[in-house]
């Protein structure tokens, strides 16, 4: 079973591009499951229903989120509609939508994860070690074996520490938030993928997807600005994860990581 | 010019590592100039005077340091001292050490640089954009051309951002902090070797060079926890950037990471 | 019913003061019942059993505390051991200590509980709203109607918001953590009391209880530095809340503010 | 030398209230000079040119704000042209406006200075204590004995330290941005009036000025919200000092505080 994941997808730049190489990373890298981070994907906040059934239309199972998650107005509504597209787990109940979505495919079934870290994040959710421990136990006793976790959080220690608390224990926890890749993608001692971020699917010439200029100047002004997505060529980052059906243990994980050249726009 | 810049080095086993291994990776990289971040190497908190001359003794030219700086006491007169180990350049005057070290080296003289983020770090600095762009143009005036930036910071957004500020005024800018290496190495436009984290230099089995069992306990207690530098295998992370010593521009920038095997320690 | 709450008590000088002063306030201002903050108590972090012994001889009923609860190490299996000293409530399950208890008085069965805020706070906790609207239901249904709860938590925002979240359910909600007393008491609209902050029984030419200079010099220099308990004239700070115990609801809430005389120390 | 100084206005119902009750409160004060913060008149967003004029009208000699000044996007420039409302000083150079304003009175010079604290604030500036000492040593030389700080600070620490710190060299130190006023009014040891924070000028039943039900929700949930100003009674929060003006120090300094009644309003 190979899963494929897309990191955080910026704005108009970053989703023409998925929904436009999407078919064919799939078909070039035997993917069985696609996994999408779309919490930037309306103008680099949040997400419409409209962009999501763009993605999923383009090939995408499962879109996740993060702090972004509510930016758009529509959201919330569509999430109690939509079960493909989850927003953290760790939110106190009654919020709308869902931090899982279980589906089934020809490999077996999946179980797919959003949460959210606690570590200089803009919102004060409840505890996402002991969310994901009780979940994934539940997921267990269901008799379902593969489990992938988008962990957004802002520090290497948050998201590493989750990756070892799972480790044996699910397919893969991929983090994302930062927009950067990361270079330590690895499988853990008892068998769980791990890739600290996935990075961002957006504009290279950036900061985080957004215009370089208005980012620089913010830093050295301290006063506000408008931040709008940039332009030019994009880059496409992720990961994919191989996984046994049998055990849900991850075989490999490769870092997707792929810059388009203004030829392929 | 070739220059090898290696990201915090954490506790024993980080330094004991690169006390072994510099010399062979100097000579089989054709290595001109060698920094080491050494704000981790003391039991993972700060640096001694000790520690910093066996790194020098090993083939350091300068260390850069971070947040950590002060966690040893005896620190604070030592960069009085020892101007080749550098704190970051943002604190107030009156501050003991200093953020720029400028040296003369067969291929020309270098200015090596260390400065702080502010984006969710512990202590509340000065405008380090201000501060950097002030230094460099003075750097300019006293005709250097190759600059070397060790900036420590949390945020993807705000090591980017620091990239672009000084792209095609100094020869590269290398994040630090946050322990694990990013993939996004690359040269700005107007010349600047960019790399947001080199990562650290500490056992491979660990949560930023700790123990996994106390930081994971630690985010499902919310508990205060001791945590003890790991052990195990060691993985050495930096970057080689190889710089025109005419123009101070980067030609190449290249990720090291190299995990060291059981029988390599 | 008269309780008498005293706000952070900060160091030796805090606690000589209190443990002298506190049977002459019980009996001038006919106090039933008295919870003291302790949580500074031990040089400033923390609490030990001793001291915890001492404020008990004095005339405390219950102890309760906040952020630097785990500050000094024996704290943990005492806490297991007297049920008087609470910790915040809204650490996960597993956690020594409780943040609850209810005792038994002439004029009825009162529950104290010690929760912590989430904004700007050192430690990531779970939701101290949720959690105490269940804990104030189940404490209705034991038909306990005297209920006091101690809010530590760093933003006016949070702590009033808390207020308004109980107004009705429980007798007072009053603030610590600041170390300011905020002169907003009032009685809610539902008949709860509130009080931002209460304040902190400490040394009053000082900088929250510590040492003048040692904070400015932090604040001008940006680095680390010890913070002393500072010396001097104490001034005592909290609040006593005069409650109906047939209803619970409060009926008067007034702040209690004396600095003590170098002659009275 | 008798100056008023007002806490935050909030929106509509704060500053309505400000401008009906100012002329009263000057008379029965004999106030001398008046300064107020407006950093939430805007509908609790900022200052509009429109508003400052009114708040100008009414009485106010002086306007400061804090973090909230640039919500409102017509300020930017008309802060270039009216001296007379400040902006925290402690931006970087090039920035609109100033954060210093000297102006005769008959009683002789004053400089007002609106200055913002490093602690949980959510703009990086520089630092406040270096930037202030630095200045009113200034003000100083050209003979100004009386001093005025609105110190905009979210913490109790730093803006008590700013007091201890400038204790002397200037008239009165007041903080803003809690919303709550402390009860913590004093004459420092070497002449400087000292209030933690002045509180604000807004809705009674509120929190720091805004609907109960929308804050409270948001703690409860964890999701964004509107926050809107509330309504109903208003509260007028801040100090009146006394400086003798031949040597600039505080003679007393009075919390100002007064709910007015629903047919005051
Ligand atoms: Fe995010
Ligand atoms: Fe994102
Ligand atoms: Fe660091
Ligand atoms: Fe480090
Ligand atoms: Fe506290
Ligand atoms: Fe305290
Ligand atoms: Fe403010
Ligand atoms: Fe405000």
């Known amino acids: ?52 059934n763009d993605l999923f239309r383009a090939g995408a199972d499962v879109i996740t989120t993060g702090d972004h998650v509510w930016d758009q107005r529509e959201v919330a509504d569509h999430l109690e509609k939509e079960p493909r597209i989850l927003r953290p787990i ?17 490999k077996g079934k999946i179980a797919v994860f959003n949460a959210q870290g606690r570590t200089f994040m803009g919102q004060a959710l409840e505890n996402p070690f002991l969310i994901m421990e009780e979940q994934v136990s539940l997921i267990h006793d269901q008799g379902i074996k593969m489990v992938f976790l988008d962990f957004h959080a802002e520090t290497t220690s948050e998201k590493i520490a989750m990756g ?15 927009h950067v890749q990361t270079a330590d993608e690895r499988i853990l001692p008892n068998g769980t993928a791990h890739l600290t971020d996935a990075g961002m699917c957006g504009p290279e ?51 997707y990581n792929r810059l388009l050249e203004p030829s392929e726009m």
Do not use: W
Not at 97 to 103: H, P, Q, R, V
Not at 170 to 175: E, L, M, P, Q, Y
């Open 1 to 52: 079973m190979r899963i494929l994941f897309l990191g955080d997808i910026v704005g108009e730049p970053g989703r023409k591009a998925v929904i436009k190489y999407l078919p064919a990373i799939q078909s070039d890298h035997d993917i069985d499951f696609t996994i999408l981070n779309g919490e930037n994907s309306a103008g680099g906040r949040g997400i419409t229903p409209v962009i999501a």
């Open 90 to 106: 760790n939110y106190p109940s009654g919020v709308p939508g869902a931090g899982l979505f279980i589906t089934d495919t020809p």
């Open 164 to 178: 070892y608390h799972l480790d044996g224990k699910v397919s893969a926890v991929v983090g994302t938030h930062t």
């Open 205 to 255: 010439t950036s900061i985080l997807g957004r215009n370089v200029e208005s980012i620089v100047y913010r830093f050295k002004s301290s006063l506000p600005t408008r931040f709008p997505v940039a332009k030019g060529p994009v880059r496409l980052c992720g990961a994919i994860i191989d996984v046994d059906p049998e055990s849900g243990k991850a075989r490999t994980i490769t870092r």
